[in-house]
């Protein structure tokens, strides 16, 4: 493990640019109990290749009444960081939503005001949409009130949309905001958690379809991903009660394989330690770590300072070197492009919250990394594309990687997707995703990973139709 200090502010909010940078915003930590923040939100990038940070504030303010942070988030086609709500000042309560949307450009590094939403929102959940539009679902609203509207945002004509009722979430038995969603090669939206209850929605018909209910019950805090297989989803961990940040946590996961006519929720190998408010996140070779969390109760209780990796071909999950800091709600954990993960936040108040840590995974202790000495800048559906490399002969998997967006044990950007390659005149000629359901427009890395399991550094690639 390094660490380091991310100067005077807690990163709530984490997201890894097409420059190779990740950007961090949140809270000071003396206004994490009780005292309202100004008008705007702190935010540093950190270069990880410079080991460098650079303070980049949101200093367009709300009208001096709202606060960006427990916004939803993701990454726009073009690279551009999309938040969309925050919380209202003052602070009471549930959380009072707000309307505003704010972007971050990778290339000025400089944020900007997006147009309103149609609802002010709290802890919403933006979802990264196969015709480059973002889907955004759940929050509070400016009443304090749980949403179940949806609505959508449009890049090409920057405006934001209602969508019909129709749309509307379809469990509002209780607050379950911050919904984990997958969008499945088929181009269907799947509700994985937090709630039992999970549904596809058509954006085509705009309506909703119940598929199953997971074994375990409601998995508060829990984490999410599409397999590899671009198929199977999987949760992770969380807890069956959202009272004061869950009061126990579970090591189970469970799995549901949308390619079959009636899918179901089946439980898969247990993590090693039980956990909630973890990140979970990519790495460059296909396997996936749970970073942080605690078991409760509380969201600060028992916290887990050991990491785990899972890996999809053995199915088992592995106990890693423990973290320093404090890693429980409210942090962020990003795959960085030389295949390491930088993790940090949590407003636990310990003295680590405004500190981050790199982890190098193992396959970076496993022998000389390949390299990539040529790659293209952008590839389309379907393209036959070419990566130089000295290397080409020991290279056993390529994949592209989405660059993540992390907040509240919830990427809404990730995602995983292997390519089918052979050996060229001494290269690699790859082909790209087919359509945009398998890979949404936007920036991805791609990983080249040898037969000793070491990646080589990732260069991105920008994928649309």
């Not at 004509?157 to 969008?183: C, F, G, I, K």
């Amino acid at each position: 493990m390094t660490d380091g200090t991310v100067p005077a502010m807690i990163a709530v909010h984490s997201a890894l640019l097409n420059s190779g940078k990740v950007i961090f915003f949140g809270i000071f930590p003396q206004n994490d109990n009780g005292g309202d923040p100004p008008p705007y939100n702190p935010a540093v990038l950190y270069d990880p290749v410079a080991n460098t940070i650079k303070e980049v504030p949101q200093n367009l303010g709300v009208n001096g009444q709202g606060f960006m942070t427990c916004g939803g988030e993701s990454i726009l086609p073009d690279g551009r960081l999309f938040v969309t709500g925050g919380i209202e000042l003052p602070m009471s309560g549930n959380g009072r939503g707000i309307a505003n949307t704010y972007f971050f450009d990778p290339k000025t590094e400089t944020w900007s005001p997006g147009p309103n939403m149609q609802i002010p929102r709290w802890y919403p959940t933006n979802v990264p949409m196969p015709d480059g539009t973002v889907l955004i679902l759940s929050g509070h609203d400016a009443n304090a009130n749980e949403i179940v509207q949806s609505e959508t945002y449009n890049p090409v004509t920057n405006t934001t949309s209602l969508l019909p009722t129709s749309a509307n979430d379809p469990d509002t038995s209780r607050s379950y905001t911050y919904p984990r969603m997958e969008v499945l090669p088929s181009g269907l939206v799947f509700k994985a958690s937090q709630a039992a209850a999970t549904y596809t929605y058509n954006p085509a018909t705009q309506n909703w379809t119940f598929v199953a209910n997971t074994n375990f019950g409601d998995r508060f805090f829990s984490g999410h991903v599409l397999m590899g297989d671009l198929k199977t989803v999987m949760v992770v961990g969380g807890s069956p009660t959202n009272v004061g940040g869950g009061t126990t946590s579970t090591a189970t996961t469970e799995t549901i394989d949308m390619s079959q006519p009636n899918p179901t929720w089946v439980y898969g190998p247990s993590m090693n330690i039980a956990r909630y408010n973890a990140a979970l996140e990519w790495l460059a070779d296909g396997t996936l770590i749970a970073v942080g969390g605690g078991a409760g109760p509380g969201h600060y209780g028992s916290p887990i300072y050991q990491p785990e990796i899972y890996n999809p071909a053995t199915q088992t999950w592995t106990v890693m070197a423990a973290q320093e800091g404090l890693r429980d709600y409210h942090s962020v954990a990003d795959l960085l492009p030389d295949g390491r993960v930088i993790s940090g936040g949590s407003t636990s108040g310990d003295q680590t919250q405004t500190t981050y840590e790199i982890f190098s995974p193992p396959y970076l202790f496993q022998g000389a990394r390949p390299t990539i000495t040529v790659s293209p800048k952008a590839i389309k559906y379907g393209q036959t594309f070419g990566i130089g490399t000295p290397n080409a002969n020991t290279i056993k998997s390529v994949a592209l990687i989405l660059a993540s967006t992390s907040t509240h044990t919830d990427d809404m950007n990730q995602r995983y997707i292997p390519l089918t390659f052979k050996v060229a005149h001494n290269n690699l000629s790859v082909i790209a995703p087919a359509n945009a359901n398998i890979a949404p427009p936007g920036y991805y890395m791609i990983s080249i990973v040898n037969t000793s399991g070491v990646p080589a550094v990732m260069p991105f690639v920008q994928v649309h139709h």
